[in-house]
């Protein structure tokens, strides 16, 4: 990393303007968590609103809300606590604990070390003398440690409860609902937007790798004998770039490109619904503001791929700063996890076919992370530019809609952009009210915080009800009647009117 | 209760239909853990959005967002983790601990009880002869048990954390953040809607007392030399129904109606801000659906305060089956808070007056549960009739705002009403799609989960494009042309159209 990196510029923006910023600042801070300012938590329900449209609406996939804390005998069942483990060291010096097959990565430069094992792990520690970040000291013989957060639920005399680290699992044990809810029928797919939690030894990647997150994860049951996926032509000419299975273990450099549908075809992605949710993410991502391309598909291989899946697919997206960073992934989870929580609950999992046949519903699983996405957006909009900063969201992201600005704080011009603020209010949108300094230096206050559009209140509004409105990113300007405003919004917040269609365009002289 | 109260109903449905049921049902469920199905994620969110109209979009206040597990130093700071205690008992047979207060109340009919303080609930539960609920085994000499999840973070080596019992405390930690984001001006205020979880001893309540739930609150930044509130022309002539404490302590069986103006002028209200907040919430819990008769306001008596609180009046409603319970809290925490973190982080939080004076400011926060009020609008719109079931959800709050169906499976019905149905979706509504049994069943399932508009595709949408479409409350129907269907719809839910303005009556001969 260069000493100031992009992710510096928009870190420092976002403390300084509210999207985000490390926790507990005032008592010195707490690694693998983030706050979210009035910018962030906007943008953020934004986000997921969106995502909601591409995945959920359309579909008439069915939502669901479960705890984030779950008593032991899920984890149990799930696999979780055999499984959800990372190999750590404690340091004989300082005894803090690490994230071996991460120390051993920023070591050597070496990728995914955590998918070689941990023989090759405890080798490599010694092969490359690694020593512990913090104080230089030596490191123990690392270990498997559980790395999900551990609590007593019942204050006392309690049971042993886990905070849930992924949220499929709440899709899981309320299957047999979700299904009378499909009016059982398959296919059909229960998706929740929620919080999780993962112990991490050491996190020290900021955003990266949070302690506490938002996962908005997809679980799509069915039946494996009947495996097309209705809305498969919607994704079947999208071009992707794809690294497969047997690229990945050859070392490929170069992704294929190929559209989803012969790689359907061909078997590199092995059902129609991985396909299908692979496209609608791709377009979903485009819409954040990620050009093509800079995303791509990468296969895990069977070492590194989760205990319950056939076939993972990771959706990569270019950050200047870290490279190619994983914001998706899309998983084959076959009849695994329906299957173990039969057997370990006694809970009939299994539905009739007409010819009498009973079957366990296979899954399939896309999965995001909303801080991830929420940073690839900043990364992906963001633009430096004659000494200023200007976020390029999207229309439908935008935190704020409209700023208003009186154009000078004299003659009535507040009075009158007040009322114009208050009418917009009222109709719905989220305005922002602005008379401080220079109409110059509002505008780039609200380009800094990616405000779409910028209303500007000057004597001809006073007098004639004539507004000028100007574009954050073409900085043009276009003038249109105070009564016509509310209805021009509202064409263009819905993506049916560009800025040009708004009113008359602004001849500066 | 009865036997088969209001709320066992409303529970069945909900249930059946997937507003809500209890969590972890294939492991033999865990008390204090609720699931929200598809209608319940829709409505809740839906409470959501609302609440932020009510609260933070109009007055511009900034939202955050802050996690949920907090390092122990933050609890030490805000005396949660000395006093967010309950007497507690354990059984001297099955081993089971019980919160006793409320094992007193069930026993004796008493209101209260945890207001009396430790040697009361101690003689109290001697003299009523308390025995465990479960086993009838003797109970052990109550002792105060902390009832927050503790948890460690950190896999290895780590530090004690909590997960935060309400989301206030976000608020003072990021407080002068929130000071730099309102560009350094009072009054201001911080608001969040997120997780918050109380390890509660045995809950034994349903949906009434969760270990794990959503808060939705906002905490008003002023300083106590201006406590003007600008927006309390808003309020102040709306009567509220109140228990002052002068009132709750002499035992008072009505309660004082009152303006708000008059309650602030007359100091039974101590600050124009919980004023103006008590007559917003009045009118957002009553858009809930909540007329003016089922709710009240009740002051705290000091012993029943918060260890932070001046003053508190909690916001009850009137619920068929449990009769007054509280949906909010509206506290006046002066600047014990601010002033706690002061001093155990040594940040400075005062502001700088005009005459250069230092002060911290004062508080104001209203608070909401969104399970309550969940319930609530569930037990506000929920209709039994003709043996039909229908909750007349607020239009703005409903799951799914229209139904399409086609009047029969054949001719080409089905899929004229596939076309509607797509174009509804294509405009932005949430739909859904019903052609199983007759028209009447559907319009009965629909009913039952609130979807205030249902579109009936017949001959005449075939050929003529004309559709039909009915009320859900009222039963009437109009006609109008699909051209029209989307633009109607749009003003029927932004509240500019009547049902009966959508289209021409229909007369049923």
């Not at 490599?124 to 270990?143: A, I």
């Not at 639920?153 to 409860?161: D, F, L, N, R, S």
């Not at 012969?262 to 092995?270: M, P, R, T």
Request: proline residues 5%.
């Amino acid at each position: 990393m260069s000493p100031h990196t992009k992710y510096d510029t928009i870190s420092e923006i976002a403390k300084r303007r509210g999207f985000f910023w490390p926790s507990f600042e005032i008592y010195g801070g707490m690694s693998g968590f983030v706050t979210y300012g009035d910018l962030g938590a906007k943008l953020r329900r934004n986000i997921e609103a969106l995502w909601k449209e591409h995945f959920v609406r359309k579909q008439g996939f069915l939502e669901i809300d479960d705890p984030l804390i779950n008593p032991e005998r899920v984890f149990q069942a799930s696999g979780h606590l055999d499984n959800f483990k990372e190999y750590t060291s404690q340091c004989t010096g300082c005894g803090k604990g690490f994230r071996v097959d991460h120390l051993i990565e920023e070591k050597t430069g070496m990728e995914n070390v955590e998918a070689m094992g941990g023989d090759a792990i405890k080798r490599l520690l010694v092969e490359h003398r690694v020593r512990c970040p913090e104080c230089g000291g030596e490191l123990r013989e690392p270990t498997l440690i559980l790395t999900m957060f551990k609590t007593e639920i019942g204050a006392t005399g309690g049971e042993t409860g886990y905070l849930r680290p992924e949220t499929a699992q709440a899709m899981f044990l309320n299957y047999k609902r979700g299904y009378q809810h499909a009016r059982e029928k398959l296919p059909f797919a229960l998706v929740q937007a929620s919080k999780v939690a993962r112990n991490e030894i050491s996190p020290r990647q900021g955003m990266l790798r949070l302690r506490e997150f938002t996962i908005m994860e997809l679980e799509l049951f069915f039946d494996p004998e009947k495996p097309a996926c209705p809305w498969f032509g919607d994704v079947r000419d999208t071009v992707i770039k794809l690294f497969t299975e047997e690229m990945e273990a050859e070392g490929a450099k170069e992704p294929l490109e190929i559209t989803i549908g012969e790689a359907v075809e061909n078997g590199l992605i092995l059902t129609e619904w991985q396909g299908y949710f692979m496209g609608v993410g791709h377009r979903f991502i485009t819409a954040l503001g990620m050009p093509p391309e800079k995303q791509r598909f990468r296969a895990h291989l069977p070492n590194e791929r989760a205990h319950y899946s056939a076939q993972t697919y990771d959706h990569e997206v270019l950050f200047e700063t870290w490279g190619w960073i994983e914001i998706s992934g899309c998983a084959y989870r076959t009849d695994y996890d329906l299957r173990s929580h039969m057997e370990a609950s006694g809970t009939d999992m299994t539905v009739l076919r007409e010819d009498g046949t009973r079957f366990i519903p296979h899954v399939v699983e896309p999965s995001y992370g909303l801080s991830r996405l929420f940073l690839s957006v900043l990364e992906a909009t963001y633009e430096r530019k004659n000494k200023r900063n200007t976020f390029h969201l999207p229309r439908m992201l935008a935190p704020y809609q409209v700023a208003v600005f009186p154009l000078v704080t004299k003659d009535g011009l507040p009075e009158k952009a007040q009322q114009v603020r208050d009418h917009l209010i009222e109709k719905g949108f989220w305005v922002v009210y602005d008379e401080a300094g220079s109409i110059g230096r509002r505008y780039a206050r609200a380009d800094e915080i990616g405000v779409p559009l910028a209303v500007a209140v000057d004597y001809e509004t006073r007098d004639k009800d004539i507004l000028t409105i100007r574009d954050r990113d073409s900085w043009e300007q276009v003038s249109l009647s105070l009564q016509d405003l509310a209805e021009m919004l509202e064409g263009y917040y819905k993506g049916e009117k560009d800025f040009r269609d708004l009113g008359t365009k602004v001849i500066r002289d």
